[in-house]
């Protein structure tokens, strides 16, 4: 019984917080095929970039379609092997399977299986080897070992849920939603030496990761600009020209929470002698109301000239929200109870959050023969991702590719084609990706179907 206390606490430790880097992976597979980089002014252009809400989007231009349809084929393949009405009795899900693999499952959940995986990555077994003796615990990750990160690790995305508005004359009157969370995770050094290099557990020691996480959530009123300031030499018949976007946000917050304390255990004497003691000790951060404010703004330029277009932007400038109504509180867990205290640090205070800026540089270039060619520079806040992508349409047929390098600094590879019939067409790319806790590149095929 103790060992399976110890067992499960290890693998809370290790594997709940645990994820891959951000996926990159677009739903269009126009966009797969290339890499990830959007060469027409959709995407993560105008999501970016105010001044892009000036600039038409062309949908003729390179050939983009007015929308895709996703087509799930990794989907139905998951269903056909892993049918809903079964799904209780399923190995994958039943942690009383013999079968089952808590790294897969997390596996799964964080790289949903939306498109066909034609290469996965391999999933790390999940063979733990226990050496138990009287006195002494030792475990052996095996294979397992390569999920241990070296480093601070986490999650984190900044999203804006909706953004509407009604405008004319280049203004616009909306609202937008917004939604910020970033979680960072790091083992103690005590904690990772022990699962890294087989070593014995010691009696009365801590083990323990640090927590540091925030989410905010709310809403807006934003007024924005954004016009043509300087044409080109081209008159009013081309978009060429000089183009200049800005937008002013008042945030009100609906919600906020953050926390920040280790979390662990420490063994008793002997090591499995004695149940092991949890460890905690944080604080916790609350919005009793809503009402967190501030103001922030985005700014944005676009130069377009013949075939050769450029754009730039920044979201998010000192977007720093104020919270007059915040609760503290420390959660400790006391061993003269066996159990978790909570004590009101400040009942209702004021507390200060901020959205990380966001910063995206594109071009590309549509020349008259088909050939476009582009890439972005992303950065939220969380490593920057840079996509650069090709695609060549000869009559109704396109052939695309390109390259990325994600957030975790490795390089990936995208290629596809497509045929254009009339008003739809299929779309097909297949993309490289480290979205699994495999260090191993996985491709995947995504298939769409674009109406023009």
Do not use: C
């Not at 390089?411 to 790319?429: A, E, S, T």
Request: aromatic share 10%; glycine share 14%; hydrophobic share 40%.
């Amino acid at each position: 019984m103790r060992t399976g206390v110890v067992a499960l606490a290890l693998a809370v430790l290790v594997l709940a917080p645990l994820r891959p880097a951000s996926a990159q992976l677009s739903f269009d597979a126009r966009r797969v095929g290339m890499g990830g980089v959007s060469l027409s002014r959709d995407g993560n252009a105008r999501r970016y970039n105010p001044a892009y809400r000036a600039v038409k989007n062309k949908n003729q231009v390179a050939g983009a379609p007015k929308f895709s349809i996703p087509v799930p084929l990794g989907l139905i393949q998951f269903f056909k092997d892993h049918p809903i009405n079964q799904l209780s009795h399923d190995p994958m899900f039943s942690p009383d399977s013999a079968a089952f693999n808590p790294i897969g499952l997390l596996d799964l959940v964080f790289n949903p299986p939306i498109f066909l995986e034609v290469k996965k990555a391999p999933t790390p077994t999940n063979d733990v080897a226990f050496t138990i003796g009287r006195n002494q615990l030792i475990v052996d990750l095996g294979a397992s070992r390569v999920l241990i990160p070296e480093q601070d690790f986490g999650l984190g995305s900044t999203s804006r849920l909706f953004d509407a508005g009604v405008g004319f004359a280049g203004f616009n009157f909306g609202v937008m939603g917004f939604l910020e969370y970033d979680v960072e995770f790091q083992l103690d050094s005590t904690l990772r030496s022990f699962l890294v290099s087989d070593s014995t557990a010691r009696p009365n020691t801590p083990y323990f990761v640090n927590i540091d996480g925030v989410a905010q959530a709310g809403f807006a009123p934003t007024v924005s600009y954004a016009g043509r300031i300087l044409r080109g030499a081209g008159g009013n018949d081309t978009d060429d020209g000089f183009y200049l976007g800005g937008a002013l946000h008042y945030y009100y917050g609906a919600t906020y929470g953050s926390a920040v304390g280790p979390a662990g255990f420490t063994t008793g004497t002997p090591v499995l002698g004695s149940t092991p003691t949890p460890l905690l000790d944080g604080l916790v951060s609350t919005s009793t109301k809503p009402g967190g404010h501030g103001v922030g703004g985005d700014v944005g330029v676009v130069w377009i000239s013949g075939p050769f277009e450029v754009g730039a932007g920044v979201d998010d400038i000192g977007a720093e929200l104020t919270w007059s109504h915040t609760k503290i509180q420390r959660y400790l867990y006391t061993t003269s109870t066996n159990s978790v205290s909570r004590t009101v640090i400040a009942p209702d205070t004021t507390t200060k959050t901020k959205l990380p800026v966001t910063y995206l540089a594109n071009a590309a270039i549509h020349m008259g023969t088909g050939t476009t060619v582009g890439g972005d520079v992303i950065n939220s806040g969380r490593g920057t991702v840079i996509h650069v992508g090709a695609e060549q349409r000869t009559g109704p047929f396109a052939v695309r590719g390109g390259v990325s390098r994600d957030q975790r600094k490795k390089m990936q590879f995208g290629f596809g084609g497509g045929v254009r019939l009339g008003p739809l067409g299929l779309d097909i790319g297949f993309w490289t990706h480290s979205n699994s806790f495999s260090t191993q590149r996985a491709i995947t095929m995504a298939t769409s179907i674009s109406i023009y």
